[in-house]
């Protein structure tokens, strides 16, 4: 190594940490500050690693990255991401800030120039998320959702598996376009405590045990399914080849998900009277019922927006290779729509889009393409070429990869963190070995909803604890079922193999 190069090295080793330091010291005091902690109060042993190791692991990092023969650029970036991951890991921050500390450090130092560094926020991805939470928020607060799940008890049989495959479908169907667990989850509780107040149905009962479960499948199963139904597989199609982005940002998703989607349904139908043999229910009041229904009045002119907008997303996603206009201006139109006939106002489109939310996913997919400017993918794919040759190209093999790595990546990381990263790391794994990169994305988004502790839970599962309606069923019940759900998550995606050949995927 020359002299000049050396000095650069250090140049560019002692910038990178200066600026972290200098970000770490910031974003302590502002956290110091915000929580209202004076600065001689003790920090708790977990936060204090977390911030000992943002100051220490960057430099690591960026060193190891030049011995690896990766460029000075982007070493500089892979050590912005350690402290990325280090700020999610011990939750230092709130989840959005890390990318923008990614992002912002990146402009800092000059690594990529702003139309790189901050086409997230260009692109049309933005549309579709904003299009996506306008609508699902419209749906929630018109009382189209409760409306119709209503109905669909009172039409239906009055029997245990048709008020549990009620709750299930009703997920279903609000997945298409709400990508937060945590609202469908929202949605679905009022009709899960109606039904288990009108069927008596004890607490730790069975019967409570299966309508509960029943819930959580219906708000979390199909998530990985559609590209609409989950936040990470919207910011995640970003990462794949231009021409693959055309073909999955529609119903094609879906199509290549058939399989999966199948399987977790057909498991969850079959687990449920296994693990939960039912209670004899109270008949459920059919008289309550039209006193709700009647109470609503009639369709709101909210209603019948939210459900017009609903429909002609719908049927122009399932459309786009008939009039090839992408699903982000479809999105576009529809946030338009709601906005000019004033049913979703100024102070909604404040306070209901989940905005800490749209900025993460953005700034991820910022990350994103820095990396692929500075030939950061390319050098992980040479990398890690070797060290995974063990896959030989083979779609089986490298599906325990898949699974391996987003375990251990969820062990650390939220859902939604855990499912980019993954996506981020295995899609130059996939190149590599000459496999399709969508598969990449599914398996992060599939296998991200596998939990085994509490604190490691998925969304709907938190929000399950923090509402406390696992504290009023058969907890270990429950975390059987969810168990045996983790299993069937890998086996369908097992199951998917034989289609997947069928549509030329592998």
């Not at 794919?381 to 490298?398: C, K, N, P, T």
Request: proline content about 5%; some cysteine.
């Amino acid at each position: 190594m020359t002299s000049g190069r050396f000095s650069q090295i250090v140049a560019s080793h002692w910038a990178i940490f200066v600026l972290l330091a200098g970000l770490s010291a910031a974003m302590l005091a502002i956290a110091r500050l915000r929580r209202g902690s004076s600065f001689d109060e003790p920090v708790g042993t977990s936060t204090l690693v977390g911030w000992v190791l943002v100051f220490v692991m960057p430099p690591v990092v960026y060193v190891l990255s030049l011995a690896a023969g990766f460029s000075v650029q982007a070493s500089i970036f892979a050590a912005l991401l350690s402290a990325t991951g280090l700020l999610w890991i011990f939750s230092l921050v709130e989840e959005f800030v890390g990318p923008l500390v990614a992002v912002v450090g990146s402009l800092f130092v000059g690594l990529a120039p702003p139309d790189v560094a901050l086409s997230g926020f260009s692109s049309p991805s933005l549309l579709l998320l904003v299009g996506v939470f306008a609508l699902s928020a419209t749906i929630s607060s018109s009382g189209l959702s409760s409306r119709l799940i209503l109905r669909l008890l009172q039409r239906l049989p009055d029997k245990p598996f048709w008020h549990q495959t009620t709750l299930l479908v009703s997920g279903y169907g609000l997945s298409t376009m709400m990508p937060s667990a945590n609202t469908r989850m929202s949605l679905l509780k009022p009709p899960y405590q109606a039904m288990v107040s009108a069927l008596k149905l004890p607490p730790q009962g069975p019967g409570r045990t299966s309508l509960l479960a029943a819930l959580f499948g219906g708000a979390v199963l199909f998530g990985p399914m559609m590209v609409t139904s989950k936040s990470t597989n919207i910011a995640a199609v970003n990462f794949l080849p231009q021409q693959l982005q055309a073909e999955f940002n529609g119903i094609f998703w879906l199509v290549a998900a058939l399989v999966a989607a199948i399987t977790v349904t057909a498991v969850h139908l079959i687990v449920i009277p296994w693990l939960f043999k039912q209670d004899r229910e109270s008949p459920l009041s059919r008289d309550e019922l039209r006193q709700k229904i009647a109470a609503m009045g009639p369709l709101k002119p909210t209603e019948w927006t939210a459900a017009g907008c609903f429909m002609f997303l719908v049927i122009g996603i399932s459309t786009v290779g008939w009039h090839h206009v992408r699903p982000a201006y479809l999105a576009g139109c529809v946030l338009l729509a709601l906005l000019v006939t004033g049913t979703m106002l100024r102070k909604d489109f404040r306070s209901a889009l989940d905005w800490p939310l749209v900025f993460f996913l953005l700034g991820v997919d910022g990350m994103v393409r820095i990396m692929d400017y500075l030939g950061l993918q390319k050098a992980l794919a040479e990398a890690v070429r070797e060290g995974f040759g063990f896959v030989h190209g083979s779609v089986m093999i490298f599906i325990l990869v898949a699974l391996g790595v987003t375990l251990a990546l969820r062990m650390a990381l939220p859902v939604t963190a855990g499912a980019l990263t993954s996506a981020v790391i295995l899609i130059p794994i996939a190149t590599a070995q000459g496999i399709n990169p969508w598969i990449c994305v599914f398996c992060a988004a599939i296998f991200s909803d596998i939990s085994f502790f509490r604190y490691q839970g998925t969304n709907g599962m938190l929000q399950l604890y923090s509402d406390g309606l696992i504290e009023q069923v058969d907890e270990k019940g429950f975390l059987r079922y969810n168990m045996l759900m983790n299993a069937a998550r890998v086996a369908a995606v097992y199951a998917s193999i034989p289609w997947w050949a069928l549509l030329g995927l592998i």
